[in-house]
């Protein structure tokens, strides 16, 4: 990242403590992701936890979705290796994955043989729409942090309705939206960014 763009998002005031720190808090935070998880980590890495700015969380989340694997993965690996080095992103990833996992087990196992019912059916349908509910809720949340964007907020609203229109509307594959659109605004950003720095 160049030093223009560190300089204008400023730093985040808060930092990990500990190691175990972020063991508890990304425990604290799976926990809390059901369906889609996006609104939660933004309320408690940047509102509650202040570990990053918003402008970071962007940063990092647009990294975090272009990596191979979970997004939430992702971003916990970068911020517990930023902090603390290798341990420090085993131990986010241990928080993220271990009582989730232990509990999809008991869970499994105790909702076997009602899985298939109407009711069962109906209560995963409604989660479903509540988490699109809360991951457009964040989305419109974020769009704050465009206005810090080398690139204007016009031209990033307009790159997410083209990808919304791609993916959404004409169904396009993920991998060719990615491949297309994802280099072309990357070419555009690094433009900007290079405008802003040489002004």
Same mark, same amino acid.
């Given at each position: 990242?160049?030093?223009?763009?560190?300089?204008?998002?400023?730093?985040?005031?808060?930092?990990?403590?500990? &190691?175990?720190?972020?063991?508890?808090?990304?425990?604290?935070?799976?926990?809390?992701?059901?369906?889609?998880?996006?609104?939660?980590?933004?309320?408690?890495?940047?509102? &509650? &936890?202040?570990?990053?700015?918003?402008?970071?969380?962007?940063?990092?989340?647009?990294?975090?979705?272009?990596?191979?694997?979970?997004?939430?993965?992702? %971003?916990? /690996?970068?911020?517990?290796?930023?902090?603390?080095?290798?341990?420090?992103?085993?131990?986010?990833?241990?928080?993220?994955? /271990?009582?989730?996992?232990? @509990?999809?087990? @008991?869970?499994?196992?105790?909702?076997?043989?009602?899985?298939?019912?109407?009711?069962?059916?109906?209560?995963?349908?409604?989660?479903? =729409?509540?988490?699109?509910?809360?991951?457009?809720?964040?989305?419109?949340?974020?769009?704050?942090?465009?206005?810090?964007?080398?690139?204007?907020?016009?031209?990033?609203?307009?790159?997410?309705?083209?990808?919304?229109?791609?993916?959404? /509307?004409?169904?396009?594959?993920?991998?060719?939206? %990615?491949?297309?659109?994802?280099?072309?605004?990357?070419?555009?950003? =690094?433009?900007?960014?290079?405008?802003?720095?040489?002004?």
């Amino acid at each position: 990242m160049s030093d223009v763009l560190k300089a204008y998002q400023g730093a985040a005031a808060n930092a990990p403590k500990s &190691k175990t720190d972020l063991f508890v808090s990304f425990t604290l935070l799976a926990l809390q992701g059901f369906g889609g998880v996006l609104t939660v980590v933004q309320r408690e890495l940047v509102d &509650k &936890k202040q570990w990053l700015t918003l402008d970071e969380f962007v940063e990092d989340w647009a990294v975090a979705q272009i990596l191979p694997g979970p997004n939430v993965v992702n %971003l916990a /690996l970068m911020l517990g290796g930023r902090h603390f080095g290798i341990s420090g992103a085993l131990a986010a990833l241990s928080g993220l994955l /271990l009582a989730p996992t232990a @509990l999809v087990l @008991l869970l499994a196992a105790a909702v076997a043989g009602i899985a298939d019912t109407p009711v069962a059916q109906g209560m995963l349908r409604g989660m479903g =729409a509540v988490s699109a509910g809360l991951i457009a809720a964040v989305g419109i949340k974020l769009m704050g942090a465009l206005k810090s964007n080398p690139m204007g907020m016009l031209t990033c609203i307009s790159i997410g309705a083209l990808t919304f229109i791609a993916i959404g /509307l004409l169904r396009l594959p993920l991998a060719w939206v %990615l491949l297309s659109l994802g280099p072309l605004a990357s070419v555009w950003a =690094a433009h900007c960014i290079k405008q802003r720095g040489a002004a």
